[in-house]
């Protein structure tokens, strides 16, 4: 009989705290793992969630994680200012300067359940953002997973060691590059597809690139379609791709095809740009026949 839960989500939770011209205009639960537990549960998804905090963390997710005493909350401030702008043209901006204050313990092998034989999990997402997620981890979840879907930031975000400004750098140059060919789908913003090499990845695995109000694209070694977006005026991108990727392995549990499965993430996306911080849903909205 196969595990009880379809579904195995890793990354910690977070406190965002979001700034603009250095003034504090919101706080709230962050991290990948919060978004997607905010959309799995309203699709009668049942999953497991393996997330670290420390003792200051200030919420009480519907999937409580595990509290480190001797560490502390990773903690984010996003940088806004007047001139922010989601797009110009073809080339997009930065929204936001992001900076990682704070990151507790990174999630090791040892704690990622360990199902039994013929149990594996149908779906894994490695949705690592402050560097919490490390190459052994990642392998442990390919072993226990059917098919692993990986955000591709918890791989490729550096935190500068003075102020904890968060950049990218590219992939083939990280230690999950051999990583690569066994996972099932890797996602990526339209900004860190350019450390990827799309055109390569796409060979050994399918790629989800996210371009906020322009939708996304799904690629693989032989085509590639486009997705529509749903049009939205956006308030806060925090967690936009976040949702995407839940919604998109979310209508793939509920045996959607990928390219209608990538539109509900779409979808999730919308419904959360429009809001700040943790977004809420309309139940009606996410009812499943």
């Known amino acids: 009989m196969?595990?009880?839960?379809?579904?195995?989500?890793?990354?910690?939770?977070?406190?965002?705290?979001?700034?603009?011209?250095?003034?504090?205009?919101?706080?709230?639960l962050g991290g990948a793992v919060s978004f997607i537990s905010n959309i799995l549960p309203n699709l009668s998804i049942n999953a497991d969630f393996i997330s670290k905090v420390g003792p200051n963390f200030l919420y009480s997710p519907l999937n409580p994680p595990l509290v480190v005493p001797t560490s502390s909350t990773t903690v984010f401030h996003a940088h806004f200012s007047t001139s922010s702008s989601s797009s110009l043209g073809q080339n997009p901006l930065p929204d936001r300067t992001l900076k990682r204050v704070s990151a507790c313990d990174p999630i090791r092998p040892h704690d990622l359940p360990n199902p039994d034989p013929g149990g594996k999990y149908r779906f894994g997402m490695a949705v690592g953002v402050g560097g919490e997620i490390l190459p052994e981890t990642l392998r442990k979840m390919v072993r226990v997973c059917d098919v692993v879907f990986v955000d591709v930031q918890g791989l490729i975000r550096k935190f500068d060691e003075n102020d904890g400004t968060v950049t990218l750098t590219k992939l083939c140059k990280t230690d999950f590059i051999d990583i690569i060919p066994e996972i099932g789908v890797l996602k990526a913003s339209a900004e860190e597809a350019e450390f990827i090499d799309v055109e390569e990845v796409r060979k050994v695995c399918c790629v989800v690139v996210t371009y906020g109000e322009n939708g996304c694209r799904v690629f693989w070694k032989d085509?590639?379609?486009?997705?529509?977006?749903?049009?939205?005026?956006?308030?806060?991108?925090?967690?936009?791709?976040?949702?995407?990727?839940?919604?998109?392995?979310?209508?793939?549990?509920?045996?959607l095809a990928v390219p209608d499965a990538a539109l509900l993430g779409n979808f999730f996306g919308s419904l959360t740009v429009v809001q700040i911080g943790l977004p809420k849903f309309d139940p009606k909205l996410l009812k499943v026949g």
């Open 2 to 28: 196969g595990h009880t839960h379809r579904v195995l989500v890793v990354g910690n939770h977070c406190h965002d705290v979001l700034l603009k011209n250095d003034v504090v205009i919101a706080e709230s």
């Open 223 to 255: 085509g590639e379609v486009k997705i529509a977006p749903f049009s939205t005026i956006q308030v806060d991108p925090t967690g936009a791709g976040d949702s995407l990727l839940g919604g998109f392995v979310g209508g793939l549990v509920h045996g």
